[in-house]
Structure formats: structure tokens, C-alpha cells
């Protein structure tokens, strides 16, 4: 087995990593949420997407797991808040998911969106969206 070509040093000025986020995308959970009469104990579809991005721009040293975000924190988290009671509005479970992850070691910035998928057939959800900047990205 050949030797990694090591490459630090190398990168150019211009091509640094500037930002450095962690994703999770449109993880399905099922959650009792909404006003009408039809929707209360019914518990329906959400699609949940966190964008974190990190203060620390270096990569966790020697590849070790300990200084690394832990996705299945972020995963549990969302699936504990959703589960914990009933929301009525789709804007009050993001606020709770944002204020959780807010408080998080590191973050210097975050967006959570949230959609009902199964709402109109015509749409491919309807939801909420709260970010700490304003813009596409921070």
C-alpha cells in the first residue's frame, strides 16, 4: 500500500476553508403538530433540516471522533423535541429546535427549516424556516 500524498502547506491562500458547517437534511419525523380539528392526535409527516456552522474551522485533530461534531446528538435531539409534546404551529417546534442547538459549544450560526410534506399534493411542503443571519449564508 502506497504511502497518502500529503498535501498541507499546499493549498493556496485564496482556496483556505473559510466556513464549515454540519447538515442534517430533511430527516422525516412524525409528529403531533397542527390547529385543526383533523390534525389533532393525528400525528403527521415533517421534514427537519439544521444547518450548523462551526466556529472551529479545523479539522479535529488526527481524525479523531472526539473533537468532531456528533451527528447522532443533532439526530436524537430533533427525534427527543418532536416527541416531548404536541406543537400546534410549525414555528414553535423550530424555535424549540434553534434555542437547542443554539445553546450548543461552537455554533456561530444556524438555520432550522421544517415542511409538511403531505399537505398539498400540488407543493412539495409547506413550512417555516428561522436562521441567526440574514441572506443565503452567514
Not at 11 to 18: A, I, W
Not at 88 to 104: D, M
Request: hydrophobic fraction near 40%; aromatic fraction near 8%.
Amino acid at each position: 500500500m502506497s504511502e497518502p500524498v500529503k498535501l498541507k502547506g499546499l493549498v493556496p491562500d485564496h482556496l483556505k476553508v473559510r466556513q464549515s458547517r454540519i447538515l442534517l437534511d430533511s430527516l422525516e419525523v412524525m409528529i403531533d403538530i397542527g390547529f385543526h380539528d383533523f390534525e389533532i392526535g393525528t400525528p403527521q409527516r415533517l421534514l427537519i433540516s439544521v444547518e450548523i456552522w462551526l466556529e472551529a474551522l479545523d479539522l479535529p485533530p488526527g481524525d479523531a471522533p472526539e473533537g468532531a461534531w456528533n451527528y447522532d446528538y443533532l439526530h436524537q435531539e430533533v427525534r427527543r423535541i418532536a416527541g416531548e409534546r404536541r406543537y400546534n404551529l410549525q414555528e414553535t417546534f423550530v424555535h424549540a429546535l434553534f434555542e437547542r442547538f443554539a445553546a450548543c459549544h461552537g455554533v456561530k450560526a444556524l438555520r432550522v427549516a421544517s415542511a409538511k410534506p403531505d399537505i398539498y399534493t400540488d407543493a412539495r411542503g409547506v413550512g417555516v424556516e428561522i436562521a441567526s443571519f440574514t441572506g443565503s449564508a452567514p
